[in-house]
């Protein structure tokens, strides 16, 4: 992760996320193997091996036949703000998570600034904005109101923590620009779900407007999945980036 | 709500979190109704009247027989502290979830600090720990620390949006403790799971340790279910307030 | 529903389904409102009356933000085959069921047996088959068929009930065309998804292809909710009927 | 599995199910990684050892923490009767399924019929059944009639393919004894959860009164994840088969 630290504060500055692939299982011939049971029941445990794959797989894609695509699982590490694990955590189905408790740990002084290349500014109408790059004024001004206000919550944390106050009340202080950390653990078509909401993507068939930082979050994943799932993303891609 | 406005300082303080019930349909004898259908078919659409209902709900909680509990619904408005949507959105199933957005609009500077009866100290051990009333001391230091804080943080945010940046980013700064709104809507059977886990109860097989301010939003909820399903309620308390 | 007893054999033909809506809450405004909260927070409860709703129902329509469209309920009695409700009950999200049990009650004498206009010929190859007409000699030879597979296996679940042979057991013998009874509860989002899979519409962006029998249920539903929610009903159809 | 053919009328008769583990990521140490972010964040990635796994994972059993449990994953062959795959699909959280298609497939004459030690008869009242032994002349019925409502069903259904029909009307004919493949996709939570409601079990705080078949399946299940993940089946086992 990009890290901007300011000695002498006591704050840590983020200009990144980090994600991380734990662990998996399945993959393309996952989904084969699960498509066939359907038309051939018992036979589909005979081996088939890969002709066909990509055919059948775009056409499930194609024909949003989803439930092929749930017989995998990957879990992955996430380190990242709290806003955006506020969208994430919006994401019901085929999710499971563990994030890191304000209540039971001490959360450690690790802030987020957008860094150099986020655009700053909001552009058009409810419904169709777009972002454009901030001017330096902009720039300075996010940096030095975001690192006073990171600088004065985290201090007051400290103050209420050395009173013997609480964790779960003295964090009431932290912005929601904080990092934390969160086990995440879905299945190829859950994260197609995600990946068409949290992207913004040319070959999308419906656009999306994600906030930056989740999108950080989910191009880094679909990086991971891309690589364990290469037929899969590839259909994914060529019909429109809708989960099926 | 419980509001302590503080003038000239540009930020509103609640000690409190409010709840309604915006809208609601089904009752006891849809429980009644529901399970029927399982032993009598379609003669189960006969009216067959209130007697036996209580006993039967009673089974049904105490067997877990949890289906007949979903066929009902209650749409909440609740106004809290990001902190408790937090733990709020969390719960994934018969739940759905409308919430305030940071990047649509821009959030008014109304923000939570614990009211006087609210434990301030944690004692115990971890995984065993209870909360006990703070100090005078730490009653003020906390009211100080948050007042303080949520004061920059909010001149901060207002700061940031006059020079042009976007509401997305500016929010960044935001802690935990300002207020947000959302409709959420559940069932019977999603709604005693939450408060399984959100209250902390006498009753309770399983004793759970929730945060004092979800608990407060849970009891308002517990409050309007109790009125709209009231021989269900009564079994939920009867049978150790696990969901069944 | 259409019924053709055969006097003699003790058993009933059905060759039409039932769907009847028994309960529900929320309408067009409900989408409405939860969608408003998003940007407007607690302003959103002030009513605004219904100027703008067709116009912000197809937006959230077309651009997929479906959670505002959960915030509803629909209680539905269904009467069916067994062979539908095994389709029907893939659907698990959003979904709530409630289904005669053949092991708690005797199952009814009712088998459905395909009424005229039921396209009774698989056409084309896997994974583009479409249906046409049966020939008369077809016609003839599912109704003789079914029907005395039926009353077989009807008498031979009699005698072994007759013998004390546990319900559940005795079942075996009935044929997926034997109709049974469920309560479904679903919300106006689960029930776009199901529509879209479960019919087949020239609006459809995405074609699919559900058995006749899950579509005479479809359809009945849709009548319903299209009565409920007239303006989310034709948002979806202007929107190519796609879950948003 | 025990396969009972019976040479010249062209249908097999089968007396148990088959289930085989397909693929799995997960174990034990999952549970306590993901549990540990909850009070270690980062740091929890630091490998700890298993010193206190077993005390860890027992805790938060009893505790009801669920979420830790999910990071995990098991894909599961499963050959059984229509009748246990109705019962199997009321399962809507943490499992995916693909089922052999009686659409897009010819099904094979393979039916169920119970073995020798499967209970016949049932006894007691309404919410209170329990099972014992068939007399000789029950086992005896159960095979006739069943066997001959098979084969009559069988014959059926091949008559009407051979005339022409489409394979979706023919299959009406066949009974909830018909056998049918599927593939199963759940962790270790949902999978308590389904054994919790699907076993039969002297440990179990919630007694449950699945069916006999059923339990066949959910008890082959349960032996595979009793070899993947140890410590939590233990701890399962050791806090009354509640699903946390």
Redesign the interface.
Known sequence: MVMNSTPGDGVEIYGDVEVSL?????NDM?VI???R??????R??VGHGESGAKGLIN?LMR??HG??F????M?F?I?A???V??EF??H??G???????????T??PEF???SEG?????VGK??AYS?VA??P??DR??WD??H???V??WQ??Q??LA???????????????VL????A?C?ARSLMHFLS?RTRDERAL???GP?WEIELVARKMEAEWAKAMPLTYEAFNNNGRVAP
Chains 1, 2, 3, 4 share one sequence.
Request: aromatic share 12%.
């Open positions: 734990v662990q998996g299982v399945g996952s193997t699960a498509a049971v359907s038309t051939m029941g018992e589909s445990r056409f024909e949003r439930s092929p749930e017989h995998n699982s879990t590490f380190k703000p709290i806003f694990f506020r955590h919006r019901r189905v999710w499971s998570y563990n994030e890191e408790s304000g209540r039971y740990t959360l450690a987020y600034i957008p986020r655009p700053l500014q909001q409810a419904g972002y901030g001017t004024e902009q001004v996010v109101e975001l006073a206000t990171y004065q919550a007051s944390y103050r209420m009173a013997g106050v609480a964790r779960e009340v003295a964090r009431l202080s932290l912005p929601v620009g934390s950390s969160m086990y653990t299945n909401l419906v656009k999306s906030q």
